[in-house]
């Protein structure tokens, strides 16, 4: 199929319709550790502050794409475009035969029992977005408040930001308590030096915060080189892994919102995974025992 005839309406750009069988086998019990439910908007309506609207990807359509990738688990992570309504990332976690966990976005007026709500819905995670492009107020504040509060549901920070960005908010994210997932690496810039300051940065981060961990994924959302091979990522992300091995965590952003120039066939995202994890090791940590330890501690592996 070519690009235009997935193209919707508004330019952004359904997930792929066939994606290939990955070359790469995932080691057994890998989790896809990022990846969204959208609607269908006629029953999860999206968020009247949404920056775009995602094409309907339902529950279904991902444990589909889970097994024929070779996953076995999937976290879903809620995206800007549901706001902190949280139905359809509930709904799906619930309908998951225990499959599937969750990152949810909340508001600061959350209350005690809404956050448990979530906890017991399979929720382990609660997501800030510092993605200027993606909201209409930073949620400093916010994040302050309920990052203390969560503490004691045993849930866990997930922050997107971009890496301009991070020189400013550096200090506040280092003070925040608990463990704080980084999504995407922090968006570096992969034109620049993946050795050079400001990826430096993002890596000093977390050798000064033993409670920080980093998500290797996107590719496509961080390349300029493009697929198949996204070849400008590698080293950025190989340098992650490769440093901090036990708090790295890998998924593959189905159903990719937001994306405008390329849609991802996640069967090549998979193949993406040993050029950043180079050995049977670093694998089965990034894709099992990383996601296990997270989302499902009470399971032993
Ligand atoms: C974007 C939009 C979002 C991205 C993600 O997981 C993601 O990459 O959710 C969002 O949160 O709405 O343009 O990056």
Redesign the pocket.
């Known amino acids: 199929m070519s690009e235009s005839e997935f193209k919707m309406d508004d330019g952004w750009l359904e997930f792929h319709p066939d994606p290939s069988i990955p070359e790469f086998k995932v080691p057994a019990g890998a989790v896809d550790a990022?990846c969204?439910v959208f609607g269908p908007g006629d029953q999860f309506p999206y968020a009247p502050e949404r920056?775009?609207t995602p094409c309907d990807a339902s529950k279904d359509q991902l444990w589909a794409l889970r097994d024929h990738l070779g996953f076995e688990r999937n976290v879903i992570?809620q995206?800007?475009?549901h706001g902190a309504d949280n139905r359809a990332l509930v709904d799906a976690i619930e309908h998951s035969g225990g499959k599937a966990r969750g990152v949810a976005s909340v508001k600061r007026d959350v209350t005690d029992d809404e956050l448990q709500a979530l906890y017991d819905a399979g929720v382990r995670g609660i997501r800030f977005?510092f993605?200027k492009?993606?909201v209409d107020v930073l949620p400093h504040d916010t994040l302050k408040e309920v990052g203390e509060r969560i503490q004691a549901f045993g849930m866990h920070l997930v922050i997107?930001v971009e890496a301009p960005d991070l020189p400013e908010l550096y200090d506040f994210f280092s003070a925040l308590p608990g463990i704080i997932v980084f999504?995407?690496m922090g968006r570096p810039d992969v034109s620049k030096d993946p050795q050079g300051e400001e990826f430096d940065l993002f890596i000093r981060m977390l050798e000064e915060n033993d409670n920080m961990w980093a998500k290797v994924s996107?590719p496509d959302?961080l390349s300029n080189d493009g697929p198949p091979d996204y070849s400008d990522v590698v080293p950025f992300a190989k340098r992650v892994v490769e440093m901090f091995p036990e708090r790295v965590l890998w998924g593959t952003?189905w159903p990719h919102?937001?994306?405008k120039s390329h849609m991802a066939d996640d069967g090549k995202l998979v193949d993406y995974v040993p050029k950043i994890a180079t050995t049977v090791e670093l694998q089965r940590k990034l894709l099992v025992t990383n996601p296990m330890r997270l989302y499902w501690p009470e399971e032993k592996n």
């Open positions: 990022h969204h920056k775009y992570v995206a800007t475009c977005s993605v492009r993606l997107y999504d995407h996107c959302r952003d919102p937001n994306m």
